[in-house]
């Protein structure tokens, strides 16, 4: 055997030990270069998970609070304005969003925050997301767009969907700074680039000169990279600024935005290449120390290599490693490494739960909220269907039950003031009608806080716990102590009914058997629902009191036309047999007392005009008046008024000054009424003018007018009459002599009849004795085309005798007419009511019959229906001849068995007419 020497022995040993712990080593830096390559690419595309969660999770966040603002009941009413009010303040508490706008699906803006309401000339900055919304109808994030006013935003649209239906269309646009904000939270070394990028590859944020880069593409290594067309990859690229970086990118699903990091290879390789330094160095020294140094460097090689086997198997369990100190720098940084990858990791995991705990919460908020909006929705909606009180109330009380209480309790204020139980109510019917007897057994005193008696009172709110003991104290009242043990009540709120300024009751909202309690949210619910409700039950009893007033109005106003009705049928009775008894005496002739028979002529026509005046301002106000329309003369319109106004003008002095155009004038209308406004202006001038003082009618045709002047040099009109000197029942002062007489209705009728036509009136005066001048103007009609040829004189017909049966309970009307019925020529036979009327049957067979409506016992419509049963008088003509003068008095006679409706005071040659025609049509019936 060959000997060695010690010192070949040492170095061989220096050697063995050396050599192959120089290749184990240059074999471990080689795995830990790889491993650390494989680190930093595994810590760059956590870090992109990382962060593309943070940004999905705040375009998440931005469309929770977009959808729960599509639900705003303002949307459904279309009032854009209350929807503006709404947007604002959401704007204003997230100060990264630029702006809400709120559009049709055609892309009509209806609403944009940030700008004031009523703009119509805006436009959507990024229309293509807006159309594929519009066909999808699901959420979405756009692109990147500059707005229209420079600033780069994201938009987040959401539809706005009712029935199925696509109503419109909510976008949010977003501040990129927004993303920048999420970037820098996760402390990304100063070094390493992080960008993110819309799904149309634009960059939307970057940890570097981000605003000089915002809005640009990714770099061209980095787009071939990221077109692989995976979710996430990783490798080598070249970021902007040259440099050669190490880049991982995580592609968001559902938006398509992307999250890529970069960290820079200067930092990846440097540990390489430290620990390739150290390799050589360890192995130059190794080489130096010799083969007692090998030894010992193999022992404090292996130590920390055993430390570092067990730091990346604790690192690989997700335990945090520990490792002790180490002298030799690669392991070291190794162990540094494993544990700033656990730090890394830690730290991502955490942000991970805390943007989870983030979406968690504002999904929550999202959802209370809607759920909010929907029970204030249906509560509006219910409310609103019933106009009584008790469905209001058990509309109410099925919003809150069981939705945000076992219990719901109401009381109401009564007319008198007093506290009323309303109602008691819980979705078990059995336990509704126990609550219902305690309530009406126990009342608590007005002096307990939180009792109905001292909410009314008080005006104020209460919450109570019962299982608090400073609540329990305060509501130690044996009655309301006994309700909460009999139905286990364990805290109630109480709010109370206000509306308008006035306080309705309270209403009560109390949890038992569930074992919930009342946070702030469902306080503030409970409020809004009482105040709705509050609204509600005031409508109702607004509605109740306004039909209570129609009702009243009604009956009054039945009353009214009843009893105009009456006193028109009480006035023209006694003036019938005065009216027919100075007919008599001027068919008699002789003039022994003309003069007295002219006053009571004067005197029964003034009785008759107040009365026609009564009964047509009857008409006018309920709408009954008519007139009929036809080419009318204005001259013989004037000329007419003259003729009914001769009484009153005749005892003038100074006759009235007419002043008409020669040639005809036309207007469309009714004579009969145009006639009747002409006489009451001259009726009115003649009470006010002296008989020796001047009134004059001009009329003349002025364009499309025709203008007719009354003017006078009378008593004239005080300034503050004039406004409303064609109101009802308006008159001037007179003296205690009333020589004027009138009850101040004809110039009322007058404005209206005048309105009827199309026309006005006005009254002018320069003052009280100064006289007045009514101007009236009526549209002109043209002429018509041919002038008309006159009718041929007609041949006065023979007066016709007949048997006539008259009944009218009034002895001077029946007398009178009769004596004027057989001064005639007629036979004549009077009765003084029905029965006596059926009776003179037997011995008198009448072709004409006379009959008053309002006779005793048996009446008028009675008495003409057995007239026409009666075969003895088959054919026999019949008119009523009454008081009750209304159009309904005469529809009804004219619709039943009377051949004619005269009213009574009627004149001779009325009388005649009607008699004569109807005796006639007899005897053709006869032939």
Known sequence: MRSIGLRKRLFLLAAVGILPLAFMSGIGLYALALQQREQMERASLELSRALASAVDAELRGASYVLEALATSTSLDSGDMQSFYRV???VVATRPQWRAIILARPDGQVLAHTGYPPGRSDLAIAEPESFDQLVQTKAPLVGPLRRGPRGEFGVPVRVPVVREGQLRFVLTGVINPEAFLEVVNRQRVP?????SIFDSKSARVARSRANAKNIGTPPAPSLQRLMAAGVD???????ALEGDAVLSAYTRIKGSGWSVAVGIPMSSVEAGTWRSSLAYGGGVLLSAVLGALAA????????RPIAELRRAAQALGRGETPTMAPTDIHEIQEVADTLGASAEQRARDEAERERLLAAERAARSGAEQARRRLEMLASAGAVLSRSLQPHATLEALASIIVPGLADWCRVDLVDAEGRLQRALTHHSDPQKSRLGAELVQRLHASANTPGSMAWTVATGRSHLAHLDRPKDFDSA?????????????MRSYFIVPLVARGRTLGAMAALQAESDRGFGDDDCALLVELAQR????????????DAQMARSQAERANRAKDEFLAMLGHELRNPLAPIVTALHLMARRGGGEAAMERRIIERQVAHLLRLVDDLLDVSRIARGKIQIERDRVDMKAVVERALELTQPALERRERPIEVDVPSEPVFVAGDAVRLAQVLSNLLNNAAKFTAPDERIVL??????ADVEIVVEDNGSGIVPELLPRIFDLFTQGEQGMDRHSGGLGLGLAIVRTLVQLHGGTVVAESEGPGLGSRFTLRLPAVDPPPTADALPAPATPRPRRSGRVLLVDDNADAADTLSELLRDAGHQVCIAADGAAALAALDSFVPELALLDIGLPGMDGYELASRLRADPRVAGVRIVALTGYGREPDRARAMATNFDEHLVKPVTAERLFDVTDRLL????DTAA
Do not use: C, Q
């Not at 100063?190 to 992080?194: A, L, R, S, T």
């Not at 996430?232 to 070249?238: A, D, K, L």
């Not at 130690?476 to 139905?487: M, S, Y």
């Open 476 to 488: 130690r009242d044996h009655d309301l102590l006994t309700f909460a043990k009999a139905i286990g």
């Open 190 to 194: 100063e070094d390493w680039v992080v």
């Open 698 to 703: 001009h009329m003349r045709r002025d364009g």
């Open 232 to 238: 996430e990859g990783v490798g080598v690229t070249y």
């Open 533 to 544: 409700a509050a609204l509600a039950l005031d409508n109702a009893r607004l509605y109740a």
């Open 920 to 923: 006639d049509d007899t005897a």
């Open 295 to 302: 030894l010992g460097i193999a022992r404090s090689v292996n």
């Open 87 to 89: 947007a604002r303040p």
